[in-house]
């Protein structure tokens, strides 16, 4: 009884028992030759008259648990064509993927210019490519990885389901980030332990810009140009446009007091006898455990004299009370120049 091989319960070929050897395909007769690439052209073997129906539901390498599927688009020997063609829809119209000559996958794209190629024809919201790790488990890591080794990662983004945090990126064995905007490149490098460098490639503005809903916004980082100041300020998305800034190398934060940024409203009157109501102490705080000894003024009685040096902390009822030192300074030097003007009247009345 010759063996049948058949597709979709329709038999295509016969061979015969006495081997497994046939030539003149679509005869019974015993050949010489394997059936090996067997090559189709317009639904056919090759020299041969059998029809192939190209109606295959299900395409098998075989049962073995070792078994493999090889697909050629040729047995042809050459360098360009013989792409691989994956159809879909009415009647096969629409190209779903396709996989070159060289290698390369296009996914909705009929010529991929790299490994893996996809695009969208149309300005959609769908996602060109979702990967998800089902596993919920503490060692559970997620994501993609493109370079050299496993510890030299040119790109990785992905999840870490221990520390549930993502990362982009990494050099050696230090985390990386790195992101472009406006044609300049931004990046974040974590050199040891503990320590993060973020760094432009050009003298860029470099900035960490933080926001509160509609309430407050606030930056911190670098202004462009050949400016080295450090800034740090709130109120506006622009850096450098408030707060104050330490100058390159400097120990102390440098305030802006331009007077072409200044309304003068009033001079501070009565200077002397407002330093004279403020307690200047020697304490601690209470929540100190060091019990530090520290010199103070009292928010609330610099409150009563000099209200612009105190801002506030918390909620609105128990909001905490703060004073800003450098605004104290103005009425300081106030009460100074009224000393030296009564000593400057006391050696005249007293020469």
Same mark, same amino acid.
């Given at each position: +009884?010759?063996?049948?091989?058949?597709?979709? *319960?329709?038999?295509?070929?016969?061979?015969?028992? #006495?081997?497994?050897?046939?030539?003149?395909?679509?005869?019974?007769?015993? &050949?010489?030759?394997?059936?090996?690439?067997?090559?189709? *052209?317009?639904?056919?073997?090759?020299?041969?008259?059998?029809?192939? =129906?190209?109606?295959?539901? =299900?395409?098998?390498?075989?049962?073995? %648990? *070792?078994?493999?599927?090889?697909?050629?688009?040729?047995?042809?020997?050459?360098?360009?064509?013989a792409d691989i063609l994956f159809k879909t829809g009415n009647n096969g119209s629409t190209e779903a993927m396709r996989i070159l000559n060289s290698g390369d996958?296009?996914?909705?794209?009929?010529?991929?210019? =790299?490994?893996?190629?996809?695009?969208?024809?149309?300005?959609?919201?769908?996602?060109?490519?979702?990967?998800?790790?089902?596993?919920?488990?503490?060692? =559970? #890591?997620?994501?993609?990885?493109?370079?050299?080794?496993?510890?030299?990662?040119?790109?990785?983004?992905?999840?870490?389901?221990?520390?549930?945090?993502?990362?982009?990126?990494?050099?050696?064995?230090?985390?990386? +980030?790195?992101?472009?905007?406006?044609?300049? !490149?931004?990046?974040?490098?974590?050199?040891? /332990?503990?320590?993060?460098?973020?760094?432009?490639?050009?003298?860029?503005?470099?900035?960490?810009?933080?926001?509160?809903? !509609?309430?407050?916004?606030? /930056? @911190?980082?670098?202004?462009?140009?050949?400016?080295?100041?450090?800034?740090i300020g709130t109120g506006s998305s622009t850096i450098n446009t408030n707060g104050p800034w330490l100058t390159n190398g400097g120990t102390n934060w %440098?305030?802006?007091?331009?007077?072409?940024?200044?309304?003068?409203?009033?001079?501070?009157?009565?200077?002397?006898?407002?330093?004279?109501?403020?307690?200047?102490?020697?304490?601690?705080?209470?929540?100190?455990?060091?019990?530090?000894?520290?010199?103070? $003024? @009292?928010?609330?009685?610099?409150? #009563?004299?000099?209200?612009?040096? @105190?801002?506030?902390?918390?909620?609105? @009822?128990?909001? +905490?009370? &703060?004073?800003?030192?450098?605004?104290?300074?103005?009425? $300081?030097?106030?009460?100074?120049?009224? $000393?030296?003007?009564?000593?400057?009247?006391?050696?005249?009345?007293?020469?």
């Open positions: +009884m010759p063996k049948n091989i058949q597709i979709n *319960t329709k038999s295509i070929l016969k061979i015969p028992t #006495q081997g497994n050897d046939v030539t003149n395909l679509g005869t019974n007769s015993v &050949g010489t030759s394997h059936i090996q690439d067997l090559a189709v *052209t317009s639904n056919k073997i090759q020299n041969s008259p059998i029809l192939i =129906t190209p109606f295959i539901e =299900t395409l098998s390498g075989g049962s073995a %648990t *070792t078994s493999s599927l090889t697909l050629k688009s040729t047995t042809g020997v050459g360098i360009t064509g996958i296009g996914i909705g794209i009929a010529a991929p210019t =790299t490994k893996l190629h996809t695009y969208l024809s149309s300005n959609s919201s769908i996602k060109v490519a979702i990967f998800e790790n089902a596993n919920t488990g503490a060692s =559970t #890591q997620s994501y993609i990885q493109i370079g050299q080794s496993a510890t030299n990662k040119g790109v990785s983004i992905g999840h870490d389901y221990t520390g549930e945090y993502g990362f982009l990126g990494q050099n050696g064995q230090s985390p990386t +980030m790195f992101w472009r905007a406006n044609s300049t !490149t931004f990046g974040a490098n974590q050199l040891t /332990t503990g320590l993060v460098n973020l760094y432009t490639v050009a003298n860029t503005a470099n900035v960490l810009y933080m926001f509160k809903n !509609t309430q407050v916004e606030a /930056t @911190i980082g670098f202004a462009g140009s050949t400016d080295t100041n450090f800034y %440098t305030a802006r007091s331009d007077e072409r940024l200044k309304d003068i409203i009033e001079p501070i009157t009565s200077a002397l006898i407002k330093v004279n109501t403020l307690r200047t102490v020697i304490g601690k705080f209470k929540a100190d455990i060091t019990n530090t000894r520290r010199p103070f $003024l @009292i928010a609330q009685d610099v409150q #009563q004299v000099l209200p612009e040096a @105190i801002s506030k902390a918390g909620n609105e @009822i128990d909001a +905490m009370l &703060g004073v800003s030192y450098t605004d104290v300074i103005p009425l $300081l030097v106030a009460a100074i120049k009224e $000393l030296s003007a009564d000593f400057e009247y006391y050696k005249q009345a007293h020469p």
